[in-house]
Every structure is written in C-alpha cells, then in structure tokens.
C-alpha cells in the first residue's frame, strides 16, 4: 500500500510526430538490414548451394538478393541518420528536430565530453554505433555494383555482425548499471529487437524474392520448399525470443492485466500483442496447412503443384504476415512511458515468484513451439502415407 501511495499518476503523452517516425523508421531499417543478412546466411546461401539447383535459378536469386541487399543498406544510412539526429533532440535540454538535422550540430554532440560519473562518454558511444553503421550500409550498398555482386557472400557475411553491432553498441551502458536488473533489462531488450527485426525483415525479403517467380525455371518449387523450410525454423526461434523478451518487458511496463485496456500504454502493447499473435496464426496456416501438401509435392515429384504451393500460396500468407509485422513496427513508438506510472502502480520489482512465474510461461512457450514442429511434422508424415 505504502509504495502504492508513493506512485505518482501521469498522463499518457502522444509521442511528437518526428519521434514516431524516426523510431519506426530505425526499426525498418535495422529489419531490412539485420532480417536480411540473417535471413541470407541461415536460409537462402543453404539452400542455394544445394546440387540439384538449376544454376540460371540460382543465378537469378543471386541478382534479387544482392538488389534487395543494396537497398536495404540505403534504407540503412538514411534512417540511420534520422535517427542520430533524433537522438540529439532528445539528448539533455532537447531542440527542434529541425535544428538536430545539422551535420555540425550532432558532430558537436557525438564529440561531448563524458558526464560526471560515466565510464564514457554517451556521444562516443553512439559515435561508434554510427561508424559501424556507415560501415554496413557501404558493405551492403557496394551491391549495386556488378564487380561486387560476385562477391555477395563475403559482402553479406561482412555486413551481418555489424548490422547486429548497431543494435548491440546503442545499447552499452555509458555508466555503470545500478543492479543485476537492469542488466536483464539490457539482455531482454536487445534479444527483443534482434529476434523481432529478424523475424519481420526476413518474411520482407523472402516475400520480396518470391515475386521474382516469373524469371524462375519450373524447377525452382524444390529450391523454395527448402528455403521455406528452413526459414521456418529461423522463424519458430524468433518468435520464442520475441515473446519471452516481450513478456519481461511488458511486466516492467505494465502492472496488471487489466492495465492492458484501462491506460493507454496498455492498449497500444494490447493491439501489438494482437497483431503479432495474427502473425503466429499466419504462420501456423503455412506450418500446418502448406508445409504438410509441400512435403507431399517435393516427395510425389508433382514439379508444378511444388512451384504453385511454393511460389503462389505461400507467398500470399507472407505478405500478409510483412503488413502485419509493418503495422507492429509501427506501433512501436507509441509504446511510450508505461501503463504503471499512468495507472499510478509501483514500478516493478522482481522476486523469486516473479521468476518462478517467468519460467513457467516460457516453458509452456517452449512447450508449445515444440509440439507445433512435431505436429506439423507428423501431419506431412501423414499425408504423404496416405496418398503413397
Ligand atoms: C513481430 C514481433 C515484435 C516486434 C518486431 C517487436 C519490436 C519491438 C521493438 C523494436 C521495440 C522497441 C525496443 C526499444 O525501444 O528499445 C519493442 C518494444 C516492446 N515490445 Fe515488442 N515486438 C514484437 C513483439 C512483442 C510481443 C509479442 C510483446 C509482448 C508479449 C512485446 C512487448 C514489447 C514491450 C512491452 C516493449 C517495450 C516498450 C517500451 O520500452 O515501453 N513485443 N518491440
């Protein structure tokens, strides 16, 4: 009770129009860059290398992936750069947003000397991130170029640990984090955007490639029922992290579940809660509905019901999951403050029945991830005896 009287009630505060786009537009563009390179390495070069391949179907997929990836560098630097001056508007006293664009200006704020008591200084921190950054966007935008694109592994395989060491050098602490909470703070957020961004970024790209479908051999159903596959795992792992990060982040942020509809922060995370849950059903009818008939195709040798299934049905459902993950990047801004201090709650303090209470949910997570996989495995085990 006592802490309850001390938890001073504040507005919800609509976040200014610059911050609501320069955030999302961050978040789309480390999910271009992040999902992509991901998504490159961990499923498409696998499934490219494999023998069978027609090597002008291979060749094609090269060419869109290298494009994708020069733009998605490009995307990169700009919105990198909004960002940077996002963050200068916000940094101690604040200015316009106007003002934060100049070039002089954030090199004075990148060059500020450290605070009292930080270990660094915050402006050489982020002065780090923003190399990194332009670093990456070089690697991804030299893709452009002809000469380099024969080059795409190395340029992509270069460009993913720096795109991840955006993400990751932001988030070093300038002093010294006060306990070992806000060091899970640190570890949850980050796994949050990483999981997050490569699941989003990666259903864009491949959403992206497989309308290329009309330069692809009547072969290619087999090359993409590979690539379907294994992103399907890339997914599954994504989404265990999304919401066992999500679910930390939330219990920071929110006091009770009916904090979900009664404060506005609550309802915002309740529509994105909504959103990416239609984003796991999304995904269910392809690991249910179109993995099991894929399997039976690829087994049957059926080559053009491969390619439909493939390259026409399974795209569809994708696309719907990219506007839907777009929608959830865009709600991200509006996540501002936090449904407590609105509805007046303590902040959130963790004991062992919090953690206790943690576990249980994420093994249930983990539980269900599991089950899904071995069902739907079952389930084209299945349908492949039935028609053999
Ligand atoms: C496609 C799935 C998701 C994506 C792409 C995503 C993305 C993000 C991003 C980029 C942030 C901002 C992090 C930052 O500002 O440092 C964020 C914050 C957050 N997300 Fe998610 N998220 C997803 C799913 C979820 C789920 C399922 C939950 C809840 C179970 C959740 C709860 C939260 C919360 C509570 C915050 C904190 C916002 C704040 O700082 O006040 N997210 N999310």
């Known amino acids: 009770m006592h802490s309850i009287s001390l938890a001073a009630e504040a507005g919800y505060a609509v976040p200014p129009l610059w911050r609501i786009l320069t955030k999302s537009g961050y978040f789309i563009g480390l999910s271009g860059a992040i999902g992509a390179t991901v998504t490159y390495a961990a499923s498409i070069r696998p499934a490219l290398r494999a023998p069978e391949n027609n090597s002008d179907d291979v060749a094609v997929m090269r060419r869109r992936t290298a494009g994708y990836l020069a733009w998605a560098g490009v995307v990169l630097l700009v919105a990198g750069y909004f960002q940077l ?79 991840l060491a955006i993400t990751l050098v932001a988030a070093v602490p300038a ?38 479908r009309g330069r692809l051999s009547e072969d290619a159903g087999a090359l993409w029922a590979d690539l379907w596959r294994r992103f399907a795992f890339i997914a599954l792992v994504c989404v265990g992290a999304v919401f066992t990060s999500g679910l930390w982040m939330s219990w920071k942020h929110v006091g009770s579940i009916s904090q979900l509809w009664t404060t506005t922060y609550g309802l915002f995370l309740l529509v994105k809660i909504l959103l990416v849950l239609g984003m796991v059903t999304a995904g269910g009818v392809n690991q249910f509905w179109l993995m099991p008939r894929i399997a039976r195709a690829r087994r049957d040798d059926a080559t053009s019901s491969l390619l439909h299934l493939t390259l026409r049905h399974f795209p569809k459902v994708v696309w719907a999951e990219v506007a839907l993950g777009i929608a959830v990047l865009a709600i991200v801004p509006f996540l501002s403050g936090s449904a407590r201090s609105e509805a007046g709650s303590p902040p959130a303090v963790s004991s062992g029945s919090v953690f206790a209470t943690g576990a249980v949910l994420v093994l249930t997570l983990a539980a269900s991830l599991y089950i899904t996989v071995r069902a739907s495995d079952a389930l084209a085990r299945r349908t492949t005896a039935a028609t053999s």
């Open 175 to 212: 002093t010294k984090p006060k306990d070992a909470e806000k060091w899970l703070d640190l570890l949850f957020t980050q796994t949050h955007i990483v999981s997050g961004v490569v699941w989003v970024g990666g259903l864009v790209l491949l959403a992206t490639l497989a309308a290329a």
């Open 85 to 163: 001056a996002a963050r200068l508007a916000r940094a101690g006293k604040g200015m316009p947003f106007g003002d934060a664009l100049a070039p002089g200006r954030i090199w004075d704020f990148l060059l500020a000397p450290a605070a009292k008591g930080a270990w660094i200084a915050q402006g050489t921190i982020y002065l780090v991130q923003n190399v990194v950054l332009v670093l990456a966007s070089a690697a991804l935008i030299s893709l452009f170029f002809g000469r380099a694109r024969r080059r795409l592994n190395a340029l992509a395989l270069t460009a993913l640990p720096l795109t």
